[in-house]
């Protein structure tokens, strides 16, 4: 029995599912300022899903109450490279990556905060793994760069 006629379609049939897995896989970088659970706690989460930018969730406040964002476009804020959110009642925000953080800048001159990324799972031993969150600094960086800054 020829060796070659059986390892074929084995071997077919692991690229197309690997290269399916990847074709659906899904990321997202989370980045915050404060600490979770106090009143001055703001989180963004920067979802890729499919190999392409996805939704973008806003939450805020003690209770993490959360806002859909919309993506508004690649900008300018004062001669930086960036991306811009528009948050419900038309609120628009410049995203501007600075190394590995995001500086978050409206309109108002009140509104300008460096967001950091954000670890998500467990925590000495308690909670659960987050397989699609970006493990670290760098992969979220790459997310952003990947799906929002192009």
């Not at 290269?19 to 404060?34: D, E, H, L, P, R």
Request: hydrophobic letters at 40%; charged letters at 25%.
């Amino acid at each position: 029995m020829n060796l070659n006629i059986i390892l074929r379609p084995v071997m077919v049939m692991v690229i197309m599912l690997v290269a399916t897995a990847g074709a659906f896989a899904q990321k997202v970088a989370n980045y915050s300022v404060g600490k979770y659970g106090e009143e001055g706690y703001e989180h963004f989460s920067f979802w890729s899903k499919s190999g392409k930018r996805a939704e973008i969730k806003y939450a805020y406040g003690k209770d993490s109450k959360e806002l859909s964002v919309s993506y508004a476009g690649k900008g300018s804020y004062k001669g930086q490279k960036c991306f811009k959110v528009m948050l419900p009642g038309n609120y628009l925000l410049y995203v501007i990556p600075t190394g590995l953080k995001l500086r978050i800048v409206g309109p108002a001159k009140n509104f300008d905060k460096v967001f950091e990324w954000e670890y998500e799972g467990p925590v000495n031993g308690v909670g659960t793994f987050c397989n699609v969150c970006a493990q670290d600094e760098k992969e979220a960086k790459v997310v952003i760069d990947r799906y929002f800054m192009r």
